[in-house]
């Protein structure tokens, strides 16, 4: 019933900025939402979530540049602002079906296909 479907990557230059969008169906407030991301190689790791109480959480290596909103139950953003190039990755909304989770890959049941990234320098 849950189906994820990101949108708004692309290419950019480190500096600039991009927004992805996740076109949520089957969720609702009472989820955990999350941004991960994957680059060629390396393992999935987290990039920001927010629970049932509206807690937003971050990664380090994000924290200060990239900012997650949840508009409605049906709608997320992640807005990136001044990127590099180790932004550069695959990126993926998921989601989790109980109010808050450790923000780690296994503990979110749903997916999206995910969307490419690119920085360059």
């Known amino acids: 019933q849950v189906q994820l479907v990101e949108s708004g990557g692309g290419s950019v230059q480190a500096g600039g900025s991009l927004r992805l969008s996740c076109a949520a169906s089957?969720?609702?407030?009472?989820?955990?939402m999350a941004w991960f991301r994957q680059a060629p190689g390396k393992k999935r790791e987290p990039v920001a979530s927010v629970d049932v109480s509206n807690y937003i959480r971050y990664a380090d290596s994000v924290k200060g540049r990239f900012t997650f909103s949840r508009e409605s139950s049906d709608t997320l953003y992640l807005q990136m602002n001044n990127m590099q190039p180790e932004d550069t990755a695959m990126y993926y909304c998921?989601?989790?079906?109980?109010?808050?989770?450790?923000?780690?890959?296994?503990?979110?049941?749903?997916w999206g296909q995910g969307i490419q990234v690119t920085v360059s320098s």
């Open positions: 089957g969720v609702t407030r009472r989820f955990c």
């Open positions: 998921a989601a989790a079906d109980r109010g808050w989770v450790p923000l780690i890959k296994d503990e979110f049941k749903y």
